[in-house]
């Protein structure tokens, strides 16, 4: 997949860089979904994607895991059209399902100070699952701190603002099949 400034779907923005085209993530999108099926034998798996950033993800993800499960979702806003951490995580919409005595998979798309999972994590523990898992496709390693282990990693990001594959600068590039750098 090639991605240039002539991609109608740039609005007209330069990148600096392609960093994983849509081949790189589908096959790690594959490997991610094999492992997660090997890490639950048994009992009922919840897949809670967080809107709006692991839209794309999740809906690869789960069609790679080879087991039975749900789905459902939550809503978090940490940051505005800016792309700087505000640190002011709310949380829109907390998801009906019951998640006591259940697995839970918690998918995000990108970790980056740690804050949102921080504050989601300690809310959805209060709730008694059986296990509280994180699977982040991309995480910057600059959460010094995030209080939680990321089990399931897609890439280590680099330090720099992606786009793409539900990641998004003000609400534009979700919709890009890979993940880029604005320039
Ligand atoms: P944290 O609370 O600082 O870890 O922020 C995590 C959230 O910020 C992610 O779920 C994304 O929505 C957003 N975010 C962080 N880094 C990036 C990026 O490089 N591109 C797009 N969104 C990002
Ligand atoms: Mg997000």
């Known amino acids: 997949m090639s991605a240039s400034t ?13 960093v994983f085209d849509a081949v790189d993530i589908a096959a790690r999108v594959r490997e991610l979904g094999a492992e997660i099926t090997a890490a639950y034998p048994d009992g009922d798996l919840l ?3 967080l809107l709006k950033g692991s839209f794309i993800f999740l809906s690869d993800l789960v069609r790679q895991i080879n087991r039975p499960l749900h789905v459902d979702f939550l809503v978090a806003a940490s940051y505005g059209d800016g792309t700087v951490s505000s ?10 399902t019951l998640l006591e005595g259940k697995h839970i998979l918690l998918v995000e798309d990108i970790v980056d100070t740690g804050r949102t999972l921080n504050r989601l994590m300690d809310l959805l523990k209060a709730r008694n699952p059986r296990s509280l898992e994180i699977c982040a ?32 600068h003000a609400e534009s590039f979700r919709h890009l099949p890979y993940i880029a750098s604005l320039l």
């Open 47 to 49: 897949v809670l994607g």
């Open 6 to 18: 002539a991609d109608p779907r740039l609005e007209g923005r330069a990148l600096k860089r392609v």
């Open 87 to 96: 640190g002011n995580v709310r949380l829109v919409y907390d998801p009906e």
């Open 137 to 168: 496709l991309l995480h910057k390693h600059i959460a010094d701190e995030l209080r939680y282990d990321v089990k399931f990693t897609g890439y280590d990001a680099p330090h720099e603002f992606l786009v793409g594959y539900g990641l998004d």
